[in-house]
Nanobody
Framework: QVQLVESGGGVVQAGGSLRLSCAAS????????MGWFRQAPGKEREFVAA????????YYADSVKGRFTISRDGPMNTVYLRMSSLKPEDTAVYYC?????????????????WGQGTQVTVSS
């Protein structure tokens, strides 16, 4: 079992940067793949980025590749999503998720553990 709490959201101008944090309690990250997803109003939740449980492989949606970076701080049990060159279309609620199952790392249904979400708003 793991509990996740996101922070770091806010309002930023287009072209700006934000860093989201996901603090975990319970078992350490070495047991879980970690993912970031987002959901904009009226749209389905979509995959953003993921980091495998060994911490040596990352995955990104094409829409954020080259702009977003997922990383983790093992001793602090925290996962980060560094977002740069933000665009208005990045506006969404961002969720941190964890899984200890196999399957498509970008599939939200494979993640049983979710945080409450943090709002990111990018103004034009």
């Amino acid at each position: 079992q793991v509990q996740l709490v996101e922070s770091g959201g806010g309002v930023v101008q287009a072209g700006g940067s934000l860093r989201l944090s996901c603090a975990a309690s319970g078992r350490t990250f070495s047991f879980y793949d970690m993912g970031w997803f987002r959901q904009a109003p009226g749209k389905e939740r979509e995959f953003v980025a993921a980091l495998n449980r060994r911490g040596d492989r990352t995955y990104y949606a094409d829409s954020v590749k080259g702009r977003f970076t997922i990383s983790r701080d093992g001793p602090m049990n925290t996962v980060y999503l560094r977002m740069s060159s933000l665009k208005p279309e990045d506006t969404a609620v961002y969720y941190c998720a964890a899984r200890n199952t196999l399957g498509d790392v970008s599939a939200a249904a494979t993640y049983p553990y979710w945080g409450q979400g943090t709002q990111v708003t990018v103004s034009s």
